[in-house]
């Protein structure tokens, strides 16, 4: 087996809390994995005046995968855009080309009582987002402020952003999608916002386009408030959702949200050739930092998706989700997935569990 070399930035918040856990699961599969850390985010301003430094980004650049723990708290908000900690992860997906971000939102069966909404509507769950991340208004140009010289308030300061998309843009990531829906139950669903925007009219007609290479693949459109309604509404008649940066950014917090807790759920951006960045779905909780309760299964099952993704290891991939369902099944819970009769553990223990699980696993095989 060949040397995996895997860029682990735990970064802010709960960032090296959750990525503890997750490097100690990585070590106990006993694979050939290099592990170099590096500061990102907000620590990395803190230490080297940016939050994506060029080592940083060299250390990712050269390896095989990236593990990314979180980035961000409210006491760089009065930094410039440029050096506050978002930038780093904003930074790392333009500079690796990753366009294709998969937010699975799987509701797992002993926390389908965890939901907002009805065990019924939930129960089973198991949709799987995939948003557009290095276009949209996330990224056009031109941005920035002015006065205004037309609009509501001519000659009042306004701000401005760009939302746009290319047709190469909305194709590569169409076909992504759709060969996911191929393997998975071949329903795609594309969410736009077609009747007031050209970009998303654009997209509609790019993601029909290429349908016609996937007849097997039954595609339907969506406005994006309906998708925002529906998702609370009938959340299983979702199978595969593709959407542009912003919109997919909305409806995967909202999608995470009817699993019980974002705290349970992984995310890949990848690129063109499955080189990917890993890093758990919700953000870098500042609130909640170095008090040993966060949760961290969205890190290692991230770690999973690497091993599946982009390492080539899709058994210990398994192996991991495996572990997962087992501490699940002990009725282990950290504080945001604990109801009354389950056991509440912290992060720490939690991570110790899912290696215990992995190891016993191996001895009984
Ligand atoms: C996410 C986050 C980021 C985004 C922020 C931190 C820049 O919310 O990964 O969803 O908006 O993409
Ligand atoms: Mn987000």
């Not at 930035?9 to 850390?37: F, R, S, T, Y």
């Not at 390896?63 to 723990?69: H, P, Q, R, T």
């Not at 999608?177 to 071949?186: I, L, T, V, W």
Request: glycine share 8%; with cysteine.
């Amino acid at each position: 087996m060949t040397l995996k070399k895997i860029a682990v930035l735990p970064g802010d918040g709960i960032g090296p809390e959750i990525m503890a856990e997750a490097v100690k699961v990585l070590q106990a599969l006993d694979l050939p994995l290099q592990l170099d850390w590096a500061d990102v985010g907000g620590k990395a301003y803190e230490t080297s005046g940016h939050p994506l430094p060029p080592a940083t980004l060299k250390l990712a650049q050269e390896a095989d995968a990236v593990l990314f723990g979180a980035v961000g708290d409210w006491k760089y908000d009065k930094l410039e855009r440029a050096l506050r900690p978002e930038q780093a992860i904003l930074g790392l997906r333009k500079a690796l080309g990753l366009f294709a971000n998969f937010r699975p939102a799987i509701c797992y069966e002993q926390l389908t009582h965890a939901s907002s909404l009805k065990p019924e509507l939930v129960a089973g769950l198991d949709i799987l987002i995939i948003r557009e991340l290095t276009g949209d208004i996330y990224f056009g140009q031109p941005r920035g402020r002015r006065t205004a010289v037309d609009g509501h308030f001519p000659g009042a300061e306004e701000g401005f952003d760009t939302m746009r998309y290319s047709r190469p843009e909305i194709e590569r990531i169409a076909h992504v999608a759709f060969q996911a829906a191929q393997k998975r139950n071949k329903r795609l669903t594309s969410v736009d916002k077609a009747n007031v925007l050209e970009t998303s009219q654009l997209w509609k007609d790019v993601v029909s386009e290429v349908q016609k290479s996937y007849p097997d693949v039954q595609l339907d459109h969506m406005y994006v408030d309906n998708a925002a309604m529906q998702l609370v509404k009938a959340p299983k008649k979702f199978d595969v959702v593709v959407t542009g940066n912003m919109f997919g950014d909305i409806l995967s917090d909202e999608a995470a949200m009817l699993t019980g807790s974002i705290g349970m759920l992984p995310s890949a951006s990848l690129d063109a050739n499955n080189k990917g960045l890993y890093e758990p779905s919700h953000g870098s909780a500042p609130d909640i930092a170095g008090q040993g309760i966060a949760n961290p299964l969205a890190t290692i099952l991230s770690a999973a998706m690497m091993l599946k993704f982009s390492l080539n290891h899709a058994d210990a991939a398994a192996r991991i989700e495996t572990a997962v369902q087992s501490v699940l099944a002990q009725g282990l819970r950290t504080a945001d997935i604990w109801s009354e009769g389950t056991t509440k553990v912290s992060t720490r223990e939690m991570g110790d569990a899912v290696v215990k699980a992995i190891t016993t696993a191996k001895t009984i095989k």
